[in-house]
């Protein structure tokens, strides 16, 4: 694949059509969940409009300067405005400083691109600055956005924007890909993909990143902790949870945990070898033996339906605390759920 991206090919061919045909919108707003592969398309149609030597109409080299220094975020012509943190708050004076620097020409690209990472976390007034340059935007400038939902940002902004919509692909269909282009295992990259929710950034992540899936195992083993911990314990981790960390990042956890009751789901209908968390078998028989398939089915569904009431505008620490409140409590000796009940790091 040209652009070196994986999955949604219908969003990388329009892409690539607007460079080839010079018809570069002015302003790109790419849509989807964190880990889908927001940033990296957004980086790849930098590249696209910039590369020096493309090998066809709308494609990049990857070897030139540019190509390089926009892969790796350094390339003086390219503004990159986000939060502080990770569910920080986008503050106006950043897009008032984005809109000093696009007065300028270009250094040396053929365009100037601002790119604006998680838009969700951008206060009003910084949606509004931004309005202004999108209304009147500087000659040779594109502006890139990403984000969670679109429909966190004014309408008003969606529509000065083409949107790129970025969906996850199906487990099966990004294992195969992981195996035709990265070469992984086909046990472990059928891991990864389901581990992943089908999204490719993250599945890339938790391939080459070894301290991701350190970081994944130990939410399970927090999960596992969990179901035997005390509805008091419960309580509290679901008020840590909701102060120390953003919406996101509570789907996050809470999609492992989903995964990992997947895999009780098949312990307790018998099938132990289509299991995601191969290496827990022992606690995953445990509970199924406990729960049964209709309470394990039970379990599963609360989760699907506490993400579903995440997506829309509840109170988190009460979602948490209903969830909390209904998943089984269980009593088993595995040495997994005998770590401490802590607010996981993600
Ligand atoms: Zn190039």
Redesign the pocket.
């Known amino acids: 694949m040209s652009w070196n991206y994986l999955g949604n090919e219908t969003a990388v061919a329009l892409l690539r059509s607007h460079v080839a045909q010079g018809c570069l919108r002015q302003a790109y707003l790419f849509s989807g969940p964190s880990g889908v592969g927001r940033r990296t398309l957004a980086l790849r149609l930098a ?1 696209a409009a ?5 090998p066809q109409a709308g494609d ?5 300067r ?2 390089k220094l926009i892969a790796d975020m350094r390339h003086p012509d390219l503004e990159v405005v986000e939060a502080e943190q990770r569910s920080g708050v986008l503050r106006v004076e950043q897009i008032r400083e984005l809109q000093h620097r696009l007065s300028l020409a270009p250094y040396e690209a053929s365009y100037r691109v601002a790119l604006l990472l998680r838009f969700e976390e951008a206060n009003l007034n910084a949606q509004n600055a931004l309005l202004k340059t999108l209304e009147e935007p500087p000659q040779r400038v594109l502006i890139f956005i990403t984000t969670e939902d679109s429909e966190s940002l004014l309408p008003t902004i969606v529509s000065r924007c083409e949107v790129i919509h970025l969906r996850p692909l199906p487990p099966t269909v990004l294992a195969q890909t992981l195996i035709e282009t990265q070469g992984s295992e086909p046990t472990f990259a059928s891991q990864i993909a389901r581990l992943s929710g089908g999204r490719p950034g993250l599945a890339l992540q938790l391939l080459h990143q070894p301290e991701k899936r350190q970081t994944q195992q130990r939410i399970i083993e927090q999960h596992l902790a969990l179901l035997s911990a005390s509805y008091l314990d419960r309580f509290a981790l679901a008020e840590r949870l909701a102060k120390e960390k953003s919406k996101a990042e509570i789907v996050s956890l809470l999609e492992y945990g989903f995964v990992f009751w997947r895999d009780v789901l098949l312990c307790a209908c018998g099938d132990h070898n289509h299991l995601t968390y191969q290496e827990l078998l022992e606690p995953l028989m445990d509970i199924a033996a406990q729960l049964g398939s209709a309470e394990s089915l039970q379990a599963l569904s609360r989760l699907r339906q506490t993400l579903d009431h995440l997506q829309g505008n509840v109170n988190v620490r009460l979602a948490l605390e209903v969830l909390f409140l209904n998943l089984p409590r269980l009593r088993f000796s595995s040495p997994a759920s005998q770590v401490s009940l802590e607010t996981p790091q993600i």
Not at 60 to 64: K, L, P, Q, Y
């Open positions: 590249q910039n590369c020096l030597t493309p990049f080299c990857g070897a030139c540019p190509c």
